[in-house]
């Protein structure tokens, strides 16, 4: 699925995450993680493991991976 690249940086920057930091709390390898943030898409997983350690409401996790 397509990633809203700002969407999700601005809430890892909330949390004042490293890319590190956000894969050490959601399970998520350092490296999808840093593609996502390139504009490469994930799969539903990725989604949820992201969303479940950045604790994001399922609207705002709506906007981020299934936005326009």
Same mark, same amino acid.
């Given at each position: 699925?397509?990633?809203? !690249?700002?969407?999700? %940086?601005?809430?890892?920057? &909330?949390?004042?995450?490293?890319? %590190?930091?956000?894969? &050490?709390?959601? =399970? !998520?390898?350092?490296?999808? @993680?840093?593609?996502?943030? %390139? =504009? ?15 604790? @994001?409401?399922?609207? &705002?996790? =709506?906007?981020?991976?299934?936005? %326009?």
């Amino acid at each position: 699925m397509k990633v809203d !690249v700002d969407k999700l %940086n601005e809430e890892i920057q &909330k949390k004042e995450w490293s890319i %590190n930091e956000l894969a &050490k709390h959601s =399970g !998520v390898d350092k490296s999808t @993680i840093s593609r996502l943030l %390139n =504009g490469r898409s994930c799969s539903v997983a990725t989604a949820q493991s992201l969303v479940s350690a950045l604790g @994001i409401s399922s609207k &705002k996790a =709506g906007s981020i991976f299934f936005g %326009n």
